[in-house]
């Protein structure tokens, strides 16, 4: 032992030591390495299509993906009641209104990623990168091409013009999306002119407002009313039906894409953000940055016949069958933030 000088012996020690921390510390850091090799993913989107993209991402990064479907409303409970001890790492849903619920509840925690922010439109994600938008659909005006030329009827404000009394359907105002619409309308115009607007609507309806966005279309397809105004993927969904009476019923409609002259077209989204107490915060993120990938996007946008957020991926044809239009640049969370107020307006206004 003593055949080692003291200034050797020291060194050595201080080698060991430095060896043994080394160890303690890549010991400490295991769990956490080992924690995110899987993310939580809670989400209301619900298409077969879309598991594709979970299984290349996992291909590409071992990550793991686990999703619990459910819609946006008992997500947000769920993450809510689940509290600090919620697996979720990844809230995915549609509508800006839905986004901004989760926000305001104090669920995701912001993110700053260099590719999101490159890749996601600065409108179409929250300022400080509590969601990112993944897709788009714009909310247009359809019409009975038997009754209606498209001609007639250009902007959402044109749809409180007494011309269309008893001509026009709805569904009710308890949806995010005629929330996040009359928001759009809200933020363009101020309050007192939307409520003449929502009014002048309520007095144009054929009927009270029910159904869902396609009970719509075939209502309008049948004759029941002349005009309405859904979410664009809709009418590709009849168009590739595999019933006969669908597609028959989609040849009726005609798609109009508002206020051209104007603002541009309401557009919502789908996203995602990040939980506030997720585990796997870095895996949500990489996968939140697959997801706006040119492949992902691909597949995306095509399983529900939407908008990519990605500029350069290809249309679905038959969405792209509808042309090209000017879209409102509003930001989306202002869409979100204006949702609440819109509700009251459209209640005031008579809207069911
Ligand atoms: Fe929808």
């Known amino acids: 032992m003593y055949l080692i000088p003291k200034r050797v012996r020291r060194k050595l020690w201080a080698a060991a030591f430095a060896c043994l921390s080394l160890l303690v510390i ?30 290349n991402f996992t291909r590409r990064t071992g990550i793991k993906v686990n999703i619990v479907s459910a819609d946006a409303a008992q997500l947000i409970q769920r993450i809510r009641s689940e509290g600090a001890n919620s697996p979720a790492d990844l809230l995915v849903t549609v509508d800006a209104g839905n986004l901004w619920r989760a926000q305001e509840a104090g669920l995701l925690q912001p993110v700053r990623s260099p590719i999101l922010e490159r890749v996601v439109p600065a409108n179409l994600r929250e300022p400080e990168g509590h969601w990112f938008a993944l897709t788009k659909r714009a909310r247009v005006i359809m019409y009975n091409k038997d009754r209606v030329l498209p001609t007639e009827i250009q902007n959402y404000e044109d749809l409180a013009n007494p011309k269309w009394r008893g001509r026009i359907i709805s569904r009710t105002s308890s949806h995010v999306y005629n929330q996040s619409l009359t928001g759009s309308v809200l933020a363009a115009n101020g309050p007192a002119v ?13 009927r ?3 159904g869902n966005d396609t009970a719509q279309i075939r209502a309008i397809a049948s004759g029941e009313a002349d005009i309405t105004f859904v979410n664009t993927y809709y009418l590709p969904r ?5 019933s006969p009476a669908e597609q028959e019923a989609a040849k009726k409609i005609g798609v109009i894409f508002p206020n051209q002259k104007g603002r541009g077209t309401h557009i919502n989204i789908s996203g995602a953000g990040v939980v506030k107490t997720a585990r796997n915060r870095q895996a949500a993120v990489q996968l939140l940055e697959y997801l ?8 995306l946008a095509k399983s529900n016949n939407e908008y990519p957020v990605r500029a350069g991926v290809t249309l679905d044809p038959v969405l792209a069958s509808y042309g090209r239009f000017k879209e409102d640049r509003l930001n989306a969370a202002i869409i979100g933030r204006n949702n609440s107020e819109a509700l009251k307006i459209m209640d005031r206004a008579g809207w069911r």
């Open 194 to 206: 939307t409520e003449q607007w929502a009014r002048g609507v309520v007095a144009n309806f054929r």
């Open 208 to 210: 009270p407002p029910n």
């Open 238 to 242: 009849l168009v590739k039906s595999k």
């Open 292 to 299: 706006v990938s040119a492949e992902a996007q691909e597949v």
């Open 26 to 55: 890549l010991w400490w850091q295991q769990p956490v390495l080992a924690q995110d090799r899987v993310v939580n993913m809670y989400s209301a989107r619900h298409y077969d299509t879309d598991n594709a993209i979970y299984e």
